[in-house]
Structure formats: C-alpha cells, structure tokens
T-cell receptor, first 110, second 114 residues
C-alpha cells in the first residue's frame, strides 16, 4: 500500500540550531514529493517540492529538503531555526493523487 | 489577494441537521478539492473537481455531496450531519489536475456536530 510516514509527532529545537523534520514514503515509481506548513488556525501553505534533478531542493522561508531515493526519504531541513518556524509540517507524495503524512509539530524554543 | 475563501469559519450542528460549506477561489484554477483534517490523520480527500461540471469521489466521500457551481465555486454539503463528521474542513485549488501537487488552501471551516 502506498503511504507516507512522518515518524515524529513533535520535534523540539532551540532557536538558532539546525532542524530536521523527517519523512519517508512507500510509493511505486518516481513520485513527486512535497512539504507544506500549517500555522495555527490557518490553511496549509506550500513550502517546496521535488520533481526531478538535484536531490537538494530549496523552498520558502529558508527551508530545504533532501531527497534520498535509496532510503525513500525526503527530510525537511533548515540551518538555523527561528521561533516563527513553530508550526505543523506535512509531507506529501503525489502518485496520481496526493498522499499525506500525519504531520509533525515543530516547536522552536527561544 | 483573497486566494481561496471558505465560509463559514465555524459551525455547530446537531445530529441530523444539514449544512453547506462554501468555497470560492479567484486564481482562475481549474481544479478544486475538499479535504477534512483530523488530529493525527493528516488530510483526507473528500471530493475533487477537475473542472467546472465534473466531480470525483476521494478517500472519504460518504455522507457528503459536492457541487461545482462554476469555475470559481465548489461547495460541500452535509445532508444529515453525524458526530463523526466533526472536523476541520479545507477547500483547496490548483492550476492543473491531480498531477499537480501544488495546492492553495483556504483557512478552514471548523465544524462540530453534537
């Protein structure tokens, strides 16, 4: 069955430290991969996507994600976290339809 | 820059009541979607509309109906609400069809069914 896993319900990071939010997928073929962010009481916002090419993809707000085909992962990263990065992050895979992860709550502490 | 607009933002219903969630987008997108979001479950697709006049069932269509009124508007109707339909509902749109994963979301409609 096709699926997306975000193994951490919550990630806590100190402001200024690097952050990683993990995502792994199980989909046949060559999927398109996405990250979205949801701030409290708001809709989801597109952050970045991987279609093909360079395995390191850069997106909005200084975020980037690394595609690893052998590990079927697409982890979201940022070199230096901000308190304003605190939000809910969703990984999604497109294989005819979007398959969503359950979300990871990112908390950045001052 | 309205983007995707949903109404109402909050609604409380009694079991068995009906209601319609309205959604409109001003980006001239062809495709529109209705999702529900429940804690720990991510987003689940209820219905999808590739273009005006067409609708398709998603992962969880039971208990819902939709209408693609025109290119801008896509409404979601609950004919007889049940407590299991308590959720946050999101409308979204995209330029192309389901091969485009870059969606634009509304701010959500929080529905409670008592």
């Amino acid at each position: 069955a096709q699926s997306v896993a975000q193994p951490e319900d919550q990630v806590n990071v100190a402001e200024g430290n690097p952050l990683t939010v993990k995502c792994t997928y199980s989909v046949s073929g060559n999927p398109y991969l996405f990250w979205y962010v949801q701030y409290p009481n708001r809709g989801l916002q597109f952050l970045l996507k991987y279609i093909t090419g360079d395995n390191l993809v850069k997106g909005s707000y200084g975020f980037e994600a690394e595609f690893n085909k052998s590990q079927t992962s697409f982890h979201l990263k940022k070199p230096s976290a901000l308190v304003s990065d605190s939000a809910l992050y969703f990984c999604a895979v497109l294989n005819y339809q979007l398959i969503w992860g359950a979300g990871t709550k990112l908390i950045i502490k001052p | 820059n309205a983007g995707v607009t949903q109404t109402p933002k909050f609604q409380v219903l009694k079991t068995g009541q009906s209601m319609t969630l309205q959604c409109a987008q001003d980006m001239n997108h062809n495709s529109m979607y209705w999702y529900r979001q429940d804690p720990g479950m991510g987003l689940r697709l209820i219905y999808y509309s590739a273009s005006e006049g067409t609708t398709d069932k998603g992962e969880v269509p039971n208990g819902y109906n939709v209408s693609r009124l025109n290119k801008r508007e896509f409404s979601l109707r609950l004919e007889s609400a049940a407590p299991s339909q308590t959720s946050v509902y999101f409308c979204a749109s995209s330029e192309q069809g389901r091969t485009n994963g870059e969606l634009f979301f509304g701010e959500g409609s929080r529905l409670t069914v008592l």
